[in-house]
C-alpha cells in the first residue's frame, strides 16, 4: 500500500503497463459497479439492460422510439434489441405502436406500469449510487466523468 491507501501498481512505468493499468481498472471498476447494479434490480425482476431500456422509453416521452433508436442509445449495445423489449412488453412495461401510415415503423412506449416501476426504482438506485460513490467529492467525480468521457471519445 502507498501512503493513500491504495494498492501499489503491479506495473511499470512505462507508458505501455501504464495504459494495460488504466484500461483493466476501468474494467474492474465497471465489473464491481454493474454487479451491484444487477443484484439491486434483482428483486424488482429487472436487469441492467431491461432498465436502461426502461429509461430510455420513460426519456423519449409520449412520442416513444423505434427499436434501433433504444439499441442506440444503449449503455452497452445489445445484439436483439427487439428481444429485449419482447421482454420488456410480456412484462406490461413496454407496448408497440405501429404507425397507421407506414406499417413496417414500430415505436415503443412506456407503459404506465413501466413508469410506475421506475419511479419506485428512482430512490434506490440514487441510494446504491451514494453507497458506490458517495466516498468521492463532487471534484472528484467530475473529474472521473471527464477523464471516462475522454477515454471513450478518442477511440
Excluded at 465489473?31 to 451491484?36: I, N, P, Q, R, T
Excluded at 429487472?46 to 422510439?65: D, F, M
Excluded at 445484439?79 to 420488456?88: E, G, I, Q
Aim: proline share 5%.
Amino acid at each position: 500500500m502507498d501512503t493513500t491507501g491504495r494498492a501499489e501498481s503491479t506495473y511499470a512505468a512505462d507508458s505501455k503497463s501504464l495504459k494495460q493499468e488504466a484500461f483493466l481498472q476501468c474494467l474492474r471498476t465497471a465489473g464491481v459497479l454493474e454487479h451491484a447494479v444487477a443484484e439491486g434490480l434483482k428483486p424488482y425482476g429487472l436487469t441492467p439492460t431491461q432498465y436502461n431500456a426502461l429509461r430510455i422509453l420513460r426519456g423519449a416521452g409520449e412520442k416513444g422510439l423505434c427499436r434501433n433508436e433504444v439499441g442506440a442509445r444503449m449503455l452497452n449495445p445489445v445484439p436483439d434489441a427487439t428481444r429485449l423489449l419482447d421482454r420488456l412488453i410480456a412484462a406490461g412495461h413496454v407496448v408497440k405502436c405501429q404507425n397507421p401510415a407506414d406499417r413496417r415503423y414500430v415505436t415503443a412506449r412506456i407503459t404506465p406500469k413501466g413508469l410506475e416501476l421506475l419511479a419506485e426504482l428512482d430512490e434506490p438506485v440514487s441510494a446504491m449510487h451514494r453507497q458506490q460513490l458517495g466516498h468521492m467529492s463532487d471534484a472528484e467525480l467530475r473529474r472521473m466523468a471527464d477523464l471516462l468521457e475522454t477515454a471513450r471519445t478518442r477511440t
